[in-house]
């Protein structure tokens, strides 16, 4: 067992210009950190089988989920159920850094829309 932050896990890029960084990384749970500037969003998509919990650590999240908007604060989160379609946004000034738990993992589980 090891202390993990953003500075020793694993990173990578995705999307235009977003950051994330495998905090834990196992065949049962994923657990990510993320970065999202503002202005950009992840495409809208699916997990088959991935349930997940977002929980903002800075910035504000707006989150479409099943064609429902939601604005998540700082220090709040919400779950996404296997099967429901969703898309993160950062529609604010600032950074958007959350975590995403994921179980099972959805790396290889999305289907985008």
Not at 43 to 48: C, D, G, M, Q, W
Not at 77 to 91: D, E, M, R, T, V
Request: net charge negative; with cysteine; proline share 4%.
């Amino acid at each position: 067992m090891t202390i993990i932050s953003n500075q020793s896990a694993e990173h990578y890029t995705w999307g235009n210009h977003c950051d994330g960084w495998h905090l834990v990384k196992t065949d049962s749970l994923s657990v990510i950190q993320e970065r999202v500037p503002p202005g950009f969003s992840e495409v809208r998509h699916f997990h088959t089988k991935s349930e997940q919990f977002f929980f903002i650590l800075s910035g504000v999240a707006t989150m479409e989920l099943d064609g429902e908007i939601f604005t998540i604060d700082s220090h709040q989160g919400i779950h996404i159920p296997a099967g429901a379609k969703h898309q993160l946004s950062n529609k604010h000034d600032n950074d958007l850094v959350f975590t995403v738990t994921s179980t099972p993992p959805s790396h290889g589980d999305r289907v985008e829309i």
